[in-house]
Nanobody, 123 residues
């Protein structure tokens, strides 16, 4: 019922910034909690950030707190991840996901996923 299309990934030097976007289709977008996840080669997927359906509350992984900001625009049906002061260890495929059931960092709660976008941070 929800389709997610990501953009904004790329190659950036350490200390730089990127802004990821996730455009959603579907009239029920405003009722979904949204999350960003990342997965590096050979590692498990981990939660980066999540935001409530209204945008009133957010959660972040300790590793990105203070550097990343999740936000959403329910008029544009888009969720964003502003990534500042990037580090090489941030290199991963970043995926956007939607949950109709919970505001959580647990991936099992998300039923819709984007295709993923590569973020590479060089030294």
């Amino acid at each position: 019922q929800v389709q997610l299309v990501e953009s904004g990934g790329g190659l950036v030097q350490a200390g730089g910034s990127l802004r990821l976007s996730c455009a959603a289709s579907g009239r029920t977008f405003s009722s979904y909690a949204m999350g960003w996840f990342r997965q590096a080669p050979g590692k498990e997927r981990e939660s980066v950030a999540a935001i409530t359906s209204s945008g009133g509350s957010t959660i972040y992984a300790d590793s990105v707190k203070g550097r990343f900001t999740i936000s959403r625009d329910n008029v544009k049906n888009t969720v964003y991840l502003q990534m500042n002061r990037l580090k090489p260890e941030d290199t991963a495929v970043y995926s956007c996901a939607a949950s109709s059931t919970a505001f959580t960092a647990r991936s099992v709660a998300y039923e819709y996923w984007g295709q993923g976008t590569q973020v590479t941070v060089s030294s």
